[in-house]
Nanobody, 118 residues
Framework: QVQLVESGGGLVQAGGSLRLSCAASGTIRRINDMGWYRQAPGKQRELVASITSGGSTNYADSVKGRFIISRDNAKNTVFLQMNSLKFEDTAVYYC????????????WGQGTQVTVSS
């Protein structure tokens, strides 16, 4: 059974930083794309950043230059370093990974709350 466990959310003042982590566990053969999504109250879930197995990254325009996505393939972990946080970054952040395993597919974490106070 594959699981994704996120950590690192919390409350921070505008201009501050947080680092999110998401670790995949289980009988995993390979992880392809890894990404972070977020969903603010009353809004649709949106892609924040993604990273391929080769390290190519993609960012939403709203976070370019402020957020950095990275991964540790040996630990099946993806990170999101969030700098210069803004009030509008407040949301529940979810990691999602395309995993090749006994049951392959796109797996989601449980979500972690990020709250930025203005």
């Amino acid at each position: 059974q594959v699981q994704l466990v996120e950590s690192g959310g919390g409350l921070v003042q505008a201009g501050g930083s947080l680092r999110l982590s998401c670790a995949a566990s289980g009988t995993i053969r390979r992880i392809n794309d890894m990404g972070w999504y977020r969903q603010a109250p009353g809004k649709q879930r949106e892609l924040v950043a993604s990273i391929t197995s080769g390290g190519s990254t993609n960012y939403a325009d709203s976070v370019k230059g402020r957020f950095i996505i990275s991964r540790d393939n040996a630990k099946n972990t993806v990170f999101l370093q969030m700098n210069s946080l803004k009030f509008e970054d407040t949301a529940v952040y979810y990691c999602a990974c395309e995993i090749v395993a006994g049951v392959s597919g796109y797996y989601w974490g449980q979500g972690t709350q990020v709250t930025v106070s203005s």
